[in-house]
């Protein structure tokens, strides 16, 4: 069965520095992942998403993950972050396709402070 | 912009009221989905259409229904609201073979 652990339920960053937000996966067969994030009372925005490409990924607001199979992590990173930077993350894997839809499994979400 | 609409923003109802919650999506997708997401909880996804097939996840209460009158609209309707059942409940929308889902900006039920 796939899953995702985040491993931070909460992440706290000065603006302007690095952000790193953790995830491990576990999956039978090669995985698609993704980021989603979430600003406070709104829906989720798609960050990136890793569909067995390039294992390093590039997603909006200079956000990117990279996939690693040998240590079954797809963490999200950010060389500078932003005010507006500060919600909640989640990290996705999408299970097997059945019937035409797939099913997305969620991690718990990290929660991203960011403090001037 | 193609995207997935979710009236009302914030909707209220006492316990027991029957409501209903509507998405509607310019996508053109074949597949919508509801999900809901309590405070500082993952979204749990209850069911899902795809085109007119409908489909329940095993743990969704029968207490929730939902309807999809054409590709462009589906509806959550919630018989005898419970306290329990206040949470915000997020559309989202994919293509047939797309593992990518869209999502909307939810709607926020609180019950009295």
């Known amino acids: 069965a796939q899953s995702v652990t985040q491993l931070d339920s909460h992440v706290s960053v000065s603006e302007g520095t690095p952000v790193l937000l953790r995830c491990n996966y576990s999956?039978?067969?090669?995985?698609?992942l993704f980021w989603y994030v979430q600003h406070p009372n709104k829906g989720l925005q798609l960050l990136l998403k890793y569909t067995s490409a390039a294992t390093l990924v590039k997603g909006i607001n200079g956000f990117e993950a990279e996939f690693k199979k040998s240590e079954t992590s797809f963490h999200l990173t950010k060389p500078s972050a932003h005010m507006s930077d500060a919600a909640e993350y989640f990290c996705?894997?999408?299970?097997?396709?059945?019937?035409?839809?797939?099913?997305?499994?969620f991690g718990a979400g990290t929660r991203l402070a960011v403090h001037p | 912009d193609a995207m997935v609409i979710q009236n009302p923003r914030y909707q209220v109802t006492q316990f027991g009221k029957p409501v209903t919650l509507s998405c509607s999506q310019t996508?053109?997708?074949?597949?919508m989905y509801w999900y809901q997401q309590k405070s500082s909880q993952a979204p749990k996804l209850l069911f899902h259409?795809?085109?007119?097939?409908?489909?329940n996840e095993a743990d969704t209460p029968d207490n929730f229904q939902s309807r999809r009158p054409n590709t462009s609209f589906c509806f959550l309707d919630i018989r005898s609201p419970g306290l329990g059942d206040a949470a915000m409940y997020l559309c989202?929308?994919?293509?047939?073979?797309?593992?990518?889902?869209?999502f909307g900006p939810g709607t926020r039920l609180l019950v009295l």
């Open positions: 996705v894997v999408s299970d097997r396709f059945s019937g035409g839809y797939n099913k997305l499994i």
């Open positions: 996508l053109n997708h074949n597949v």
């Open positions: 259409y795809y085109d007119k097939d409908f489909n």
């Open positions: 989202a929308t994919s293509s047939r073979g797309v593992e990518t889902q869209y």
């Open positions: 999956s039978s067969y090669s995985p698609s």
